[in-house]
Every structure is written in structure tokens, then in C-alpha cells.
């Protein structure tokens, strides 16, 4: 008997497939199965990010199992709510799919999302499935704040950048992947990029003053950070630069969704000091300027 | 000289030319070009729901305009956000495109959003833009409560039934459509339903004991409240049915976003009775049951 696809469901038998995976948290009033949930923010501020994942630009199916595309898909956003300094709550995710797309897919898809926000202790708690072409994966998450949150726009020279997590690691796998090699830490990194989620809120506390989570590249992210903070960058090859990765995926490389934050006093532990800003603009890697990174319909 | 294309402006030049567009309000702690948005929910309790709309599905170039697909993609979400008795109060917006967008068509759909959430005090925060074979547009709605939000599952027999708005328009002007004809006030309903925002919270008030969203057909969304509270529904023809449309577009027709509740007590001016909660399982209509509606992926 063939597997039974998103056809064979149906619109909502996928959904309460679906549904019948997915654990509730305390923080939820109400959640998927009717119009819309409804989730609590004792604090009353609630930080939301919405990305999207496209099969063929962000992920290929022959490349990564629907399980590491969920954990991705959730770590893109996770990430962006730890780089404000929040914690995510909630996922709201909508998946549009052709008719034909196995029922497995769907579920491990909807596991991948589930385990990677459970490691903040956020869960899935609305979404919609519709018809497409071409896989899309839209991940809207909600967090909270336990202080401050932390813009892009608040560097100031003297102050020294920081970077939590690793970058380059996924843009070294996306190249092993196309050339062919199937397996590797560097390849699992690209599948699975590993946000450190706990950093956001840790480096808010120390008193960052402007952060954000690394995307689209080091360089172009740092850009947009020095950009809208009207200062420069100086990163130090020593620092940051690592045996065994090309420099040119840690300055370029997207998609690993490190942390990189300034700020005057002591980094939490788990980062480390990559370079300081300056007066000027721009990001310079031991004096000499670069640019350059991942945009889309560019 | 050609028009600009997506691919002309880039991701970044996309997102800042929308940007530009977008009033914020004073809810909004923190709106677009960071890593996330940040929204004041002083009642500390967020209504979240997402609905996706695709290009040949939901919507098509040639039917409607860009304009037309922004407000109707908002409005889908605007109505779940009322069918819980809250109000919204911010959009994400998600956009996978073909590079060769129009720019125009990007920034009319922007507007649409705009302008359908504006009825309702909520602005845009947020969202992503990415590369896609077929135009994905995902909104995700946050919107606040002033008393209990109002579930699918308490409908009780004996009750009325209410209806919020009109049914079966959008539905009739969708087959005009198909048919060939492009303009008249059917074909305007399915372009760009209105749905009665306001009657939502004006129900939750009014003690509603049920209530949902028409987004795929009355007699499918009350079958799930039906079967959501465990009871039946008994409609009267005679109350529902209205000279020059086909009964089965009222009965079955999706996407007017026309708002359907239970309740004891008066209804709120602006709605009117359509039938009565009884004991059992289903809905009939005039004692015949009747099934049927829109759903994705059959």
C-alpha cells in the first residue's frame, strides 16, 4: 500500500494528525483547534518574528529530512526572539504543501519544530496547511522578556563585539553537501544550525547594547548592525577566524543563527570577544574593509 | 524602462520600500527592521492565529489586484482574531515571491494589509521576504481580549444562532468570475469580503457561548462548533436564505469571514438569528442535514 499523503488526509485530517504530537505549556489559554490561541504574557510585551522557509532556496528534501528542517525552521525564529533578549512562548507555523506531499513528512516536520522549541520551553500552539506548488514553511514565533529588550541601533565606540555561538559552520556544510558529501558535523550543522538560544537573554542582562542574530552572514549582519548604531566595526582575524573553516564562510556564511552583540562590561560565559567598535562605519577584518553575505532575489 | 522587479531592489530594498509604507501605532514598543518586533498586550494575554494564502489557490493576478489580495489576506486573519471576541492589534507578514515580481504588486499588496488592518486599529510589525516559484503570502495575527475569549465548544441547546455579516457572496462571485465577469458588487465580495470586526468582541459581551469564523462554509464551521460543543444546529431557510443567491453558496460558499455565534440573550444589533442549537449531532436545515464545504488538500 502506498504511504498516504496530504491529499489522502486531507486539510484537516493533517491537522489533527498533526495537533496529536504536539504538547501544551502552562503559557497556553488556549490552544490549536479553534479560531485562533490564545497565550499568556504576564509581562504584557511580546516579542514576534515571522520567517520563511522555501524548499528548493532554503532546504532540499534530498538533502535534509523533514525532522532537521523542522528543527531549523524553528531555530530561525527561536534565534531572532533570543537576539532581543527574549525567550520564545509560542510557534504559529504555516505549511503549504502539494496534495502529494507524504502524511511522514508533515509529522516529522511538525516533531523537528516541536523538539527544537521545546529546548526554550516554547510550543506550537497554531497554524494553517494549505495547497502549493512548492514546499513553504512560515514560523511565527512569540517570547517573552525578562528585562530590557536589546535593538541593533545601540553600539557605541570602545565597546567590544561578542560573539555567541559559531558561525561559518553551516555555509562549510551547504558546500560539502553540494559536492556531494552526505555526512559530518559540518553537513549536520547546515541541517540543523544549534542557536545558543540561552545567550539572548544572558547577554541582555550584561548590559548589551545592541545585538542581533547572525542570518545572512557575519559581515552583512554586523553591517546592518553597525549601520543602524552609526558606528564601524573592527574584527580581528585571531579572534574570530577558526582551523579548519574558510574564512569566507565565518565572515559570509548564513543560516548558523550565532548571537553577536556588543557591549562594556564582561560577556556572559559562552562568548567570546571577536573585535570592538569604532568610530566610522562599516565592518573591517584587521583594518581592511569587507562586505558581502546572503540576499534574497539579489 | 521596465518596471522594478523584486530581483531589482533586492530583499533588503523590498523590505525597506514596505517598510516605508507602514504606520505604526503606539502599541508597538519596537516595529519592523530589527530582529524581531516588540508589541504591548497590557492585558497580558494574546490572541495568535495564522492563515496562509496562495497564488492560484487563494487568489489570482489576473482576478484580483494586488491591493485586493493584501486586504482579503489580512481580513482572514482580522476575523479569527474577532471569532475569539478579541480585536487584533498587529500582523506578520510572510512573502515568498518569484524574483520577477513587480515591486509595484509587492508594495500595493502592503498597502492592502495596511489599509484592511486599519479598520481595526492593528499595524503591520513585521515579517519575512524570500524566493519562491509561486507567490506565498502567510499573516499572522496578535490581537488582545477585553473579557473571556469565546470558544467553539460551549454551544448548548436552546440556544440561537447568529450570524455575524453575510455568507454565500464571496462564493457567488468567485463562479462569476469563472464565469467571465469581472466587475459587480458579488464579484467586489469575493475580491475583498468585509467581515464584521467589531461584532466580534460586541458578541463576547453579549455572552456568546460559541462562536467561529465562515472561512470554509457555514454548514463545515458550524458542523466543527457542533461538534465541538457536542450538539446539534438547526437552521431555518426562511431566516438564512436571501433572494439572488444560490442557497448552496450561503450553505457552502467559504471565505466571506462572516462571523457565526451561539447565544441566550439578546444579540448584538447587526446580527440576526439563522436557527437554533438543539440536542444531537450536526447541522440541518430545515430538518434535512446538510454537509459539505471547502477544504484543502480534497
Request: proline content about 5%; charged content about 20%; some cysteine.
Given at each position: 500500500?502506498?504511504?498516504?499523503?496530504?491529499?489522502?488526509?486531507?486539510?484537516?485530517?493533517?491537522?489533527?494528525a498533526?495537533?496529536?504530537?504536539?504538547?501544551?505549556?502552562?503559557?497556553?489559554l488556549?490552544?490549536?483547534?479553534?479560531?485562533?490561541?490564545?497565550?499568556?504574557?504576564?509581562?504584557?510585551?511580546?516579542?514576534?518574528?515571522?520567517?520563511?522557509?522555501?524548499?528548493?532556496?532554503?532546504?532540499?528534501?534530498?538533502?535534509?529530512?523533514?525532522?532537521?528542517?523542522?528543527?531549523?525552521?524553528?531555530?530561525?525564529?527561536?534565534?531572532?526572539?533570543?537576539?532581543?533578549?527574549?525567550?520564545?512562548?509560542?510557534?504559529?507555523?504555516?505549511?503549504?504543501?502539494?496534495?502529494?506531499?507524504?502524511?511522514?513528512?508533515?509529522?516529522?516536520?511538525?516533531?523537528?519544530?516541536?523538539?527544537?522549541?521545546?529546548?526554550?520551553?516554547?510550543?506550537?500552539?497554531?497554524?494553517?496547511?494549505?495547497?502549493?506548488?512548492?514546499i513553504?514553511?512560515?514560523?511565527?514565533?512569540?517570547?517573552?522578556?525578562?528585562?530590557?529588550?536589546?535593538?541593533?541601533?545601540?553600539?557605541?565606540?570602545?565597546?567590544?563585539?561578542?560573539?555567541?555561538?559559531?558561525?561559518?559552520?553551516?555555509?562549510?556544510?551547504?558546500?560539502?553537501?553540494?559536492?556531494?558529501?552526505l555526512?559530518?558535523?559540518?553537513?549536520?550543522?547546515?541541517?540543523?544550525?544549534?542557536?545558543?538560544?540561552?545567550l539572548?537573554?544572558?547577554?541582555?542582562?550584561?548590559?548589551?547594547?545592541?545585538?542581533?542574530?547572525?542570518?545572512?552572514?557575519?559581515?552583512?549582519?554586523?553591517?546592518?548592525?553597525?549601520?543602524?548604531?552609526?558606528?564601524?566595526?573592527?574584527?580581528?582575524?585571531?579572534?574570530?577566524?577558526?582551523?579548519?573553516?574558510?574564512?569566507?564562510?565565518?565572515?559570509?556564511?548564513?543560516?548558523?543563527?550565532a548571537?553577536?552583540?556588543?557591549?562594556?562590561?564582561?560577556?556572559?560565559?559562552?562568548?567570546?570577544?571577536?573585535?570592538?567598535?569604532?568610530?566610522?562605519?562599516?565592518?573591517?577584518?584587521?583594518?581592511?574593509?569587507?562586505?558581502?553575505?546572503?540576499?534574497?532575489?539579489?
Amino acid at each position: 500500500m502506498a504511504e498516504p499523503t496530504a491529499r489522502d488526509v486531507g486539510e484537516f485530517g493533517l491537522i489533527a494528525a498533526v495537533t496529536a504530537r504536539l504538547p501544551q505549556s502552562a503559557a497556553v489559554l488556549l490552544g490549536p483547534g479553534d479560531d485562533a490561541a490564545v497565550v499568556s504574557f504576564p509581562d504584557g510585551r511580546v516579542v514576534a518574528t515571522t520567517d520563511v522557509l522555501v524548499e528548493g532556496v532554503h532546504f532540499r528534501r534530498d538533502w535534509s529530512t523533514a525532522y532537521d528542517v523542522g528543527r531549523k525552521a524553528a531555530a530561525a525564529n527561536l534565534a531572532d526572539v533570543a537576539a532581543m533578549g527574549g525567550t520564545a512562548t509560542a510557534l504559529l507555523v504555516g505549511l503549504a504543501s502539494p496534495g502529494d506531499l507524504p502524511l511522514q513528512w508533515a509529522l516529522d516536520l511538525a516533531d523537528g519544530l516541536r523538539d527544537e522549541a521545546a529546548l526554550v520551553g516554547a510550543v506550537i500552539v497554531g497554524g494553517d496547511t494549505v495547497k502549493a506548488d512548492q514546499i513553504v514553511i512560515s514560523v511565527t514565533a512569540l517570547g517573552s522578556l525578562a528585562g530590557p529588550f536589546v535593538l541593533r541601533s545601540g553600539a557605541r565606540a570602545g565597546q567590544q563585539v561578542v560573539l555567541a555561538g559559531q558561525v561559518g559552520r553551516s555555509a562549510a556544510g551547504l558546500r560539502l553537501l553540494i559536492e556531494g558529501t552526505l555526512v559530518g558535523p559540518l553537513v549536520d550543522a547546515h541541517r540543523r544550525p544549534t542557536p545558543p538560544y540561552d545567550l539572548g537573554p544572558a547577554l541582555a542582562a550584561a548590559g548589551a547594547t545592541a545585538m542581533c542574530d547572525v542570518s545572512d552572514g557575519l559581515v552583512q549582519d554586523l553591517g546592518h548592525l553597525a549601520a543602524a548604531s552609526g558606528v564601524g566595526i573592527d574584527l580581528v582575524s585571531a579572534l574570530l577566524l577558526e582551523e579548519g573553516l574558510d574564512p569566507d564562510d565565518v565572515l559570509m556564511g548564513g543560516e548558523d543563527h550565532a548571537l553577536v552583540a556588543t557591549l562594556t562590561g564582561p560577556a556572559p560565559e559562552g562568548c567570546r570577544v571577536i573585535g570592538r567598535v569604532v568610530a566610522g562605519e562599516g565592518v573591517r577584518l584587521d583594518g581592511q574593509r569587507v562586505v558581502g553575505g546572503w540576499e534574497h532575489h539579489r
